[in-house]
């Protein structure tokens, strides 16, 4: 049957390295050859880490250590690894990975009377699902006019960054935004020009944030933004910018100039016993907001009425 | 295979005290070993052994599992031991596996690869379990990748287990010490793998005349 397995091994669309315990390479299959452009006979007996130093890494070390120690298979995940070679996608449809994603596996081989002999990793090549899996989240979680998150993301993100914050006694904040007048824009302008005002609104917001908070877009001319970690009158400050970077937006229709304000209304974790009732606090400071002149921040003063 | 529903597919008391002391011997050394993998110590409590019918296992799973989201890693080994092993961690173990298990961003350990997190740590906890009790029974065993499961599922496998199939249930909580983790681990052997097991237990007392 060697001859067969020899031709399985070559054959196969799966990338395989075969190890020994110091981790020189004992086998490397054509799947590899292809991929690494590094042919058979330059790699064999040869430490892995002197081709590919970066995988001289902890992770790795820990994941070769438990195979060899426990004689376990051990899975590397897409997800959480991206890839172990760094190889160049093959796919022509790999998004915009700058390497291929790869799914990993590390397992024993074991010779007379089951001693652990070799360690063997197999490569899949999963780039092309991840690319698509991709596209499908960010279909579902962002909003397609703005391209920010929805209001599905926010409501998700919302319980889970309360949670934690709630765990960990750590700061949390809400900011709810409101476009003043955007319904006298909309009639005066058109629906287009309002499409571009949400547009650019959101990129203007968007563009002062940290990449740990969330912009959603609420509903309408109404966004929502989650800033983890943040108190409430360092939310205040975030806010007070947004308002006077809308209030700078130099916006045109035709060749005429357009002004634009926001009003907010700001809520901190801490008084919040629900995520319904973090975003009804910071709705109301919005209405607040709206209700003594527009194009202001006010903070909530507690709990929600 | 089919063992039939007698005797020979139950522990008895003394041999399930003799298996408990095996699981003390395996799960000390597996301790050891994770943490020289993890630098971190699995702190894996005593052994609970409990005979029940396969019908069964979703009660014994329910009982453990309270309020609060949980993630459950399921593995199936094979061996001359065979049978499965469920683990349950609670959501808020999360960012102390992240850290573990590899310098993962904040983003990573709260994004969709949190299911993988738990995958990796469950593949390695329940993985250097099974191994050093396949070592302390001289066994060779082999595991499927490790799945996330569902409690709904267990209902499901006991609608469809046939009744009367007696299988080994082992209940070890857990916690890694410093990493804010507890957990629960369920280990089964199935009920084929009752009558090797019994016999493996003699042969590890003979050693001790």
């Not at chain 1, 629900?274 to 006010?298: C, F, H, W």
């Not at chain 2, 597996?30 to 971190?40: F, G, H, K, P, Y």
């Not at chain 2, 396969?54 to 309020?67: H, K, V």
Request: proline share 4%.
């Amino acid at each position: 049957m060697d001859e067969y397995y020899a031709q399985i091994f070559h054959t196969i669309d799966v990338g395989l390295v075969i190890l020994d315990k110091d981790i020189r390479v004992q086998q490397w299959n054509r799947w590899m050859e292809q991929h690494s452009s590094i042919p058979f006979h330059r790699i064999i007996g040869r430490p892995l880490f002197d081709f590919f130093p970066e995988l001289n890494h902890p992770r790795f070390l820990m994941n070769f250590k438990m195979a060899v120690k426990f004689g376990n298979s051990c899975f590397l995940s897409q997800k959480l690894n991206k890839y172990l070679f760094p190889f160049k996608p093959a796919s022509a449809f790999a998004g915009e990975f700058e390497h291929m994603q790869q799914c990993c596996a590390m397992f024993p081989l074991r010779g007379e009377e089951n001693a652990l002999k070799y360690i063997c990793i197999s490569v899949n090549d999963v780039t092309e699902t991840v690319a698509c899996e991709t596209r499908l989240v960010e279909m579902n979680v962002r909003d397609g006019l703005t391209g920010i998150y929805n209001r599905k993301f926010l409501e998700a993100k919302l319980t889970e960054e309360l949670d934690r914050a709630r765990r960990y006694g750590r700061a949390f904040s809400v900011i709810m935004i409101d476009i003043d007048h955007f319904k006298k824009v909309n009639d005066s302008y058109g629906h287009g020009f309002g499409d571009t005002v949400l547009k650019s609104t959101a990129s203007m917001l968007q563009s002062g944030l940290r990449t740990t908070d969330f912009l959603t877009r609420y509903g309408g001319e109404e966004f929502c933004c989650l800033l983890p970690e943040t108190e409430c009158s360092s939310a205040v400050i975030v806010a007070e910018r947004m308002r006077a970077n809308a209030e700078a937006l130099a916006l045109t229709h035709g060749e005429n100039p357009v002004n634009i304000s926001i009003s907010l209304g700001v809520a901190g974790a801490a008084a919040a016993d629900t995520p319904s009732a973090l975003i009804q606090m910071a709705d109301e400071a919005l209405y607040a907001a709206k209700n003594s002149g527009r194009n202001r921040v006010i903070a909530s003063r507690g709990k929600a009425a | 295979m089919d063992i039939g529903t007698g005797q020979e597919a139950i522990l008895t008391g003394e041999e399930i005290d003799i298996f408990q002391e095996v699981m003390n011997i395996a799960f000390g050394q597996a301790s050891a070993d994770l943490a020289e993998i993890l630098n971190a110590f699995v702190v894996l409590n005593v052994p609970e052994v409990r005979m029940l019918d396969e019908s069964a296992l979703p009660d014994l799973i329910r009982e453990d599992t309270g309020p609060g989201a949980l993630s459950i890693v399921e593995q199936s080994y094979w061996g001359k031991l065979s049978g499965k092993t469920v683990l349950f961690f609670p959501a808020s173990a999360r960012e102390g596996l992240a850290k573990l298990f590899g310098e993962f961003s904040r983003e990573d350990a709260l994004s969709c690869a949190e299911k993988e997190i738990f995958l990796e740590a469950g593949n390695f906890i329940a993985g250097g379990c099974i191994a050093r009790l396949a070592d302390c029974l001289d066994d060779l065993i082999t595991y499927t990748a490790p799945r996330s499961a569902e409690i709904r599922e267990r209902d499901a496998d006991k609608e469809t287990a046939p009744a009367l199939r007696r299988i080994a249930a082992v209940r070890i909580p857990f916690s890694i010490d410093q990493h804010d983790v507890s957990g629960l681990l369920i280990l089964t052997a199935s009920h084929e793998s009752i009558p090797w097991l019994k016999a493996s237990l003699k042969r590890f007392m003979e050693q001790y005349g």
